[in-house]
């Protein structure tokens, strides 16, 4: 069993930046693909970016390459993202995700757990 606990959502400008933090319990985390998805009032849940086991490998959706950052650090058992030249289309509540697999599966993440989302704002 994995929990997940997001921090470091808020209200930002448009062009600003935030950092958003996944804090994993258990001591398997270093195991796990990890990922964030974001879902936007009356919209699905969508997939932001993945970083594989050590860290090797990422990915991002299109909507975010060049702005946002993923990176993990195995041992604090913490995932991050680092999102900047905010825009207001990325208004929406942030989840983390692990999955057991060792990357994605035919380009999706598979995800086990999920954390409980943060909220990010962006103003224009």
């Known amino acids: 069993q994995v929990q997940l606990v997001e921090s470091g959502g808020g209200l930002v400008q448009a062009g600003g930046s935030l950092r958003l933090s996944c804090a994993a319990s258990?001591?398997?985390?270093?195991?796990?693909?990890m990922g964030w998805f974001r879902q936007a009032p009356g919209q699905e849940r969508e997939f932001v970016a993945a970083i594989s086991r050590g860290g090797g490998s990422t990915r991002y959706a299109d909507s975010v390459k060049g702005r946002f950052t993923i990176s993990r650090d195995d041992a604090k058992s913490t995932v991050y993202l680092q999102m900047n030249s905010l825009k207001p289309e990325d208004t929406a509540v942030y989840y983390c995700a692990a999955s057991a697999l060792p990357w994605l599966n035919a380009g999706r993440m598979s995800v086990n757990y999920w954390g409980q989302g943060t909220q990010v704002t962006v103003s224009s």
């Open positions: 258990g001591r398997t985390f270093s195991t796990y693909t």
